[in-house]
């Protein structure tokens, strides 16, 4: 096995789920802004998309954080008509963006970028008992 190898492909998959979890919390930061117009849309949710690089050096498939594309779902309405967003209508646009839907995500995000680090801890390991045992 490949020592340097794993950790690059860990470190790369620790890169994108960093990315992730960046574009998630801009998500969660958003979730409740408006319009700063009146009938304006608000902020929209961002969806992080992966991408497959084959590195050369390597010999492998690494990850890496892809486009981050714009949910085209429609945004919630909400009848507020004394709010300065409010539409001729009385409407306000709020994000199309669901809290639940994004700490689930974050959770999975984390979980990913857990499982890459201790890729890379234990190939740390595994260096550190290989030269224990050629300085034996």
């Not at 499982?115 to 008992?129: C, D, E, G, P």
Request: proline share 4%; charged share 25%.
């Amino acid at each position: 096995m490949d020592f340097d190898r794993a950790s690059k492909i860990a470190v790369s998959g620790l890169s994108a789920q960093a990315g992730r979890m960046r574009v998630v919390a801009e998500n969660i930061a958003n979730a409740e802004s408006t319009a700063r117009t009146a009938g304006g849309d608000p902020y929209r949710r961002k969806v992080p998309t992966f991408a497959s690089h084959f590195d050369k050096q390597l010999g492998a498939n690494t990850l890496q954080l892809g486009k981050v594309e714009l949910d085209k779902t429609d945004f919630i309405q909400k009848y507020e008509p004394g709010h300065p967003a409010a539409d001729a209508n009385g409407y306000v646009k709020y994000p199309n963006v669901d809290p639940l839907v994004e700490t689930v995500d974050m959770r999975e995000a984390q979980r990913s970028y857990e499982a890459n680090l201790n890729v890379v801890t234990a190939t740390r390991r595994m260096i550190m008992q290989t030269l224990g045992i050629l300085k034996a």
